[in-house]
């Protein structure tokens, strides 16, 4: 019987990705293998909660069909208090095709000054996601890219200025 993915994503230090990165790729592979897991990102395991939300990016990244089974819990993540899984969390809920981006955008909305900057930046990254599959929300995503641009921090206002060239695009389609 093959190990667990929780077994394996619980092994090694902080430090350390464990077996993330494979099994990333086992699940993007086989798709029925999500289940396990989405599971395995309920964890009450600090360490592999947050190994199991990179895991889960990546599958997700690598075969955008699991998008959808993934959405909720990219949600979940998104109020953790770990900004590790946050991070991958908004990073997730961006390639989520929603049905409602709206409610999406409600979630993400937080993240927007989170204090981890890494996580602020990637929120921003996902509102322009969002807005792009939906006019609605093009403002929020302007102020959310004007506020990165305003922020003071180079590498926030350089990925602003890509987006907002995004942006701009997406509104004159």
Sequence with gaps: M??????RLSRGTRKEIGEA????????????????????????DDLTR???????EKAVRANRSLARQAGDTFLLGLAESIWEVRLQAVRGV????WNDPKTAAKSVEPLLSDEAKF??????DTATRLAISEPE?????AKAIQSGLDSGIPSIAARCRKLAK???KAESQ
């Design 2 to 7: 093959p190990e667990s993915f929780e077994s």
């Design 21 to 44: 990165d494979a099994v990333a790729q086992e699940v993007a592979s086989e798709p029925l293998l999500i289940s396990e897991l989405l599971e395995v990102c309920k964890s009450t």
């Design 50 to 56: 947050m190994r199991a939300f990179d895991a889960l």
């Design 94 to 97: 961006g390639l989520v095709q």
């Design 119 to 124: 996580v602020q930046a990637w929120a921003i």
């Design 137 to 141: 929300l093009r403002d929020w995503a």
């Design 166 to 168: 995004e942006l701009t």
